[in-house]
């Protein structure tokens, strides 16, 4: 009965140990994970954005430059999005005044969370004059707030962008970050500039273009490249020393050694940077630009003076420039400056079939009788009179604008004007929303890998950093790229 019983007891302890083990087990299992991982206590707080720009109203004509203030907001909350900004946390505000503007600011600051990080996006609004509007809305300019030497709407103007300035400097005394787009305030610093194109740069890209276009590095005394430059004035005559300063840096040494000249005379070896009240013209129209144009080309006998190039500074101008050398009787188009382009190419291009290569810019059409040359010795029958043959070139020019209007962009697929240009609008918006995430997130600007800074600018003595981009040029030869396939108009919209 021993044996027994002890074969019992080891059955029994066994079964014991088993369910033991089998209870540890089960016990083991609901055990919670000894490193969980919980995105709540691992995600940054995007936090939030306003978006403060000013209203540039509702455009019906096509006869206006893409760079629009409504453009750049839907482009700068897509951005947004994209950086992980939820739609509930970006605030859209345009104003038509800065006084509007302050309200938008001063509301943000009181109804927004305070324990979130946010960042003002924001464009003070300015007052561009007709001829400034024809670059677009996004031309940099600076709000005065001192009332010293100004009077009536200047002085209001200076007191409201004081208020504006007070106003953002709340912002940040309240931890909100402040992003300064495009115009500045004197005596107020954000914590990032995005600095946008100035009416100089634009001259400089246009002038750097016609440049090697038209290969003037080998141009010569004897054969100089004939260029016309058309600078539309508003009176202001600082803004018009600034234009034609982007423009001489480039073309001066061209005409300084007779290897550009100017067909109206206007210009010469011996013009200076000081010259450019010699090409500017009155006018806010395309009538004007024609009517100036047509008078430095006219000739008295009806023939067509030699022209390569016209810098017409904008799309606007452009179409003036382009009429009037319709009207005067000069042929072809900006394609067949360049031989290896034909119009078909450059639809075919558009339409995404093939690309174009560009050649050499080859010499002007020359005339039957510019080219025939008396051979050496041959006897001289001409009598006494020994004037310069009459030239007539009514070759097409290159015709460069700025501002990718709809309404000319038929005429750079068709070659009558050469280039167009624009801000790269949805780069700078992705900029943008990255910088804002950056700062949200109380990083220095400097250390952000996805963000290209072009430097600092200097605002009331602290270097702030900076955004700025170059100009995106537009011929026929990337029209599709620059412009359709990057969404910024359609097919239809460069009429095809």
């Known amino acids: 009965m021993r044996g027994r019983n002890d074969w019992g007891a080891k059955i029994i302890a066994l079964l014991t140990g088993t369910a033991m083990l089998w209870s ?9 994970d000894p490193t969980p991982t919980t995105t709540a206590s691992t995600t940054t707080d995007t936090g939030q954005a306003a978006i403060l720009l000013p209203n540039d109203g509702i455009t019906l004509s096509q006869s206006t430059p893409l760079n ?3 453009k750049l907001s839907a482009a700068l909350e897509n951005a947004l999005n994209d950086d992980g900004f939820s739609d509930k946390d970006i605030t859209t505000v345009k104003s038509k005044t800065l006084d509007d503007q302050t309200k938008a600011v001063t509301d943000y600051i009181d109804n927004r969370d305070d324990n979130r990080p946010a960042t003002i996006i924001i464009a ?3 007052q561009p004059d007709d001829t400034t509007r024809q670059y677009g809305d996004y031309i940099t300019q600076t709000l005065r707030t001192s009332t010293d030497d100004t009077t009536g709407d200047d002085t209001t103007q200076a007191q409201q962008a004081a208020s504006l300035s007070q106003a953002l400097a709340k912002a940040k005394d309240d931890g909100i970050h402040v992003i300064l787009v495009s115009n500045t305030i004197d005596g107020y610093t954000p914590d990032a500039y995005v600095g946008m194109s100035t009416i100089r ?3 400089h890209t246009q002038a750097s273009l016609l440049a090697d276009k038209l290969v003037l590095s080998k141009a010569t005394k004897d054969n100089p490249k004939s260029i016309e430059i058309l600078l539309p004035s508003n ?4 803004a018009d020393q600034e234009a034609f300063a982007g423009i001489w840096e480039v073309l001066g040494p061209y005409f300084a050694t007779g290897a550009a000249v100017s067909p109206s005379g206007l210009l010469n070896t011996t013009s200076d940077e000081t010259s450019w009240n010699q090409i500017t ?4 129209d395309k009538d004007s630009a024609q009517a100036a144009l047509t008078t430095r080309l006219k000739t008295d006998t009806h023939t067509h003076q030699p022209i390569d190039g016209v810098l017409a500074m904008n799309d606007l101008v452009a179409s003036g420039a382009t009429a009037a050398l319709a009207d005067l009787g000069y ?5 067949d400056i360049n031989p290896k382009i034909t ?9 995404g079939n093939k690309d174009l290569k560009k050649e050499k810019v080859p010499e002007p059409q020359k005339t039957e009788s510019e080219q025939t040359e008396e051979p050496d010795g041959a006897e001289d029958t001409s009598g006494d009179d020994q004037s310069t043959p009459v030239v007539d070139d009514p070759a097409w020019p290159i015709v460069t604008g700025y501002g990718a209007y709809p309404s000319n962009l038929a005429a750079v697929v068709n070659g009558q004007q050469w280039s167009t240009g624009l801000e790269r609008r949805d780069d700078y918006a992705k900029a943008i929303a990255t910088a804002s995430v950056a700062l949200n997130d109380d990083r220095k600007l400097t250390s952000v890998k996805d963000l290209s800074l072009s430097g600092t600018t200097e605002m009331n003595g602290t270097q702030v950093p900076t955004i700025h981009l170059s100009l995106q040029s537009v011929s026929a030869s990337n029209l599709k790229s620059a412009l359709i396939d990057a969404g910024y108009i359609s097919a239809a919209d460069a009429g095809l």
């Open 24 to 32: 540890l087990t089960a016990c083991g299992q609901q055990q919670p």
């Open 68 to 70: 629009k203030w409504t």
């Open 124 to 126: 003070p609004v300015a």
């Open 201 to 203: 740069e634009i001259a």
């Open 235 to 238: 009176g202001d005559d600082t």
């Open 281 to 284: 013209f009155t006018g806010t």
């Open 331 to 335: 042929e072809g188009t900006a394609a």
């Open 343 to 351: 119009i078909g190419g450059i639809v075919d291009n558009i339409a």
